[in-house]
């Protein structure tokens, strides 16, 4: 099958290696034990898109390979984990190669992003990197084409590979840096910021593997170092990735292209997305904890089952409404902007909380009621003047996921179980249309702008059914078989499923808009 993925870390894993080797595979039997922290462990490890698994499609696959260099406090987070592994395949995370990005030894542009990632892939013959040209021909189906995206501009820097009040990132230095990479290899998108504190613009919490009070948000929005850098970034053609930007981050980039503040503003992207399922005025009503933590907002949001829709029950699928996904008007706009949204394959992301997670219910253990958890920056909850009058002035609780109804879902039988696991998707693919529709896009249009993102090989939480890349082509299968009579049963999407061919929707998702778009690009 043709396969494009917009976000995916195909040789990440094995570049901490004491000795990396991009062809070599880690498996789920390197775990020994599991962390209390993260019992998914096995499945995050296993979580995977390599190159042997994509030679299996036997046809054109496009592989959007995201430039990544650990961050300090990552690397920080990730050295307690190394214990979980068997004794004899912890050289696979080494002890050198983290202590050295953690302390800065190892610099994180030079060292680990050109030297140690993007060598690897020009070296390597498994791999055709996408230039202007290859799209004057077919594609080769005998290698994984390639192009490059770089996630977080600490990427792109040699100074301490960290932000606080005495060590900023330079625009200059990120720029100049992304000038040499893409001397060697067009870049298609940057992250303007990932997991920890920037000076460029806030960030969305995402750290779930570790105690997170290095993660803890505390910016407030887009900056003009920030602004610098988008600047530059479109002056280059080069798109700037709205995932891991803060909900105000992303508010203020949007507001500021409308307001006409930068020149040759490319599109907007979204390469491994999810979806809160909700507008941002909507979105207080749903949070039920509000609560002040060393500088941070916790929050507590319950899980909206949308019952005005008639979805059947048990069984229907909820989604995440952290803010590290996109609001209902950000996905119409990116929409009507001709940018792209990946979707995620990260059950997280996609809304599914197990049962064995962390403190799935929040801070009170007592309750049966399910909750996602975030940290928000205070400064930029007050920013926006979120009123307390709306938290939680529409929780429902006839219409919020308990763990009881979640234990109905998942524990009957195993394919009952994969067939929830797989309606997320679904859920995710429908409320994307109904976003569109709601806003006066066409249907034709909106189904033109939507690929996967997998994430896969980023230390995502996959679904135990769609755990490596090779369980796309079931995906794929799934979608096309299901998809109409997801729509078809719900009280909003059943007046315009007919405007979807599903058949031809489904090769657009799985390749055709991702080869389009970046062909646009080069």
């Keep these: 099958m043709r396969f494009f993925d917009f976000h995916s870390h195909p040789v990440l ?25 993260c019992s998914d462990l096995p499945t995050i490890i296993e ?32 050295i307690p984990l190394r214990k979980y592994l068997k004794q004899n395949s912890q050289f696979k995370l080494s002890q050198k190669v983290l202590e050295d990005a953690k302390d800065n030894s190892m610099k994180p542009f030079k060292d680990f992003l050109m030297d140690r990632t993007l060598k690897k892939y020009l070296q390597s013959h498994s791999y055709n990197v996408l230039t202007k040209s290859s799209f004057s021909k077919a594609l080769p189906k005998n290698k994984v084409n390639v192009f490059f995206t770089i996630e977080g501009c600490h990427s792109l820097v040699d100074r301490p590979n960290f932000c606080d009040a005495a060590n900023k990132y330079s625009p200059t230095e990120i720029l100049g840096n992304l000038d040499k990479v893409q001397e060697k290899a067009r870049i298609i998108a940057v992250n303007l910021t990932h997991l920890q504190q920037s000076n460029l613009c806030n960030h969305a919490f995402g750290m779930q593997i570790a105690d997170g009070n290095d993660f803890f948000p505390n ?8 602004r610098k850098v988008t600047q530059g970034l479109f002056d280059r053609a080069v798109c700037v990735d709205l995932k891991h930007m803060s909900y105000k981050s992303r508010k203020d980039l ?24 909700t507008s941002f005025k909507n979105w207080a009503g749903s949070i039920q904890m509000v609560k002040n933590v060393k500088g941070s907002v916790y929050l507590e949001i319950t899980k909206s089952l949308h019952s005005k829709n008639l979805g059947r029950r048990p ?49 009170n ?67 994307y249309f109904q976003v569109c529709k709601d806003h006066g896009i066409s249907i034709a249009k909106a189904q033109k702008q939507i690929t996967i993102g997998s994430d896969f090989d980023g230390l995502i939480n996959p679904f135990a059914n769609i755990s490596t890349v090779q369980k796309m082509s079931d995906l794929k299968t799934y979608i096309r078989m299901n998809l109409l009579y997801f729509l078809k049963d719900l009280k909003d999407s059943k007046k ?8 031809v929707f489904v090769e657009d998702l799985f390749y055709n808009n991702g080869y389009r778009f970046i062909e646009s690009r080069f």
């Design 365 to 431: 253990s007592n309750s049966d009621v399910l909750v996602d958890k975030e940290f928000f920056s205070a400064e930029e909850w007050n920013a926006l003047g979120i009123k307390k009058s709306l938290i939680g002035n529409t929780i429902d609780s006839d219409d919020i996921l308990t763990s009881s109804e979640l234990s109905e879902c998942t524990e009957a039988s195993i394919t009952a179980r994969n067939e929830f696991f797989s309606d997320h998707i679904l859920n995710h693919l429908k409320h």
């Design 219 to 226: 910016g407030n929005g887009l900056t003009n170092d920030g």
């Design 496 to 503: 315009w499923c007919s405007e979807l061919n599903v058949d």
């Design 13 to 37: 894993k094995q570049l901490f290696n004491d000795n990396p080797n991009i062809d070599s595979l880690i498996y789920r039997s390197d775990v020994a034990t599991l962390p209390a922290l």
């Design 47 to 78: 979580s995977q898109t390599h190159q042997s698994q994509l030679a299996d499609f036997q046809d054109e696959v496009i592989i959007g390979a995201a430039l990544y260099s650990v961050e300090s406090y990552v690397a920080k987070a990730v």
């Design 315 to 363: 069984g229907f699928p909820t989604f995440n409404a952290s803010t590290i996904n996109l609001f209902d008007e950000e996905i119409a706009w990116i929409v009507k902007n001709d940018g792209v949204i990946g979707i995620s394959l990260d059950r997280r992301i996609l809304g599914y909380i197990d049962l064995h997670d962390e403190r799935p219910t929040g801070i």
């Design 254 to 277: 949007m507001s500021e292209i409308d307001a006409k503040k930068f020149k040759n503003v490319q599109p907007l992207i979204c390469s491994h997305a999810g979806f809160t399922g």
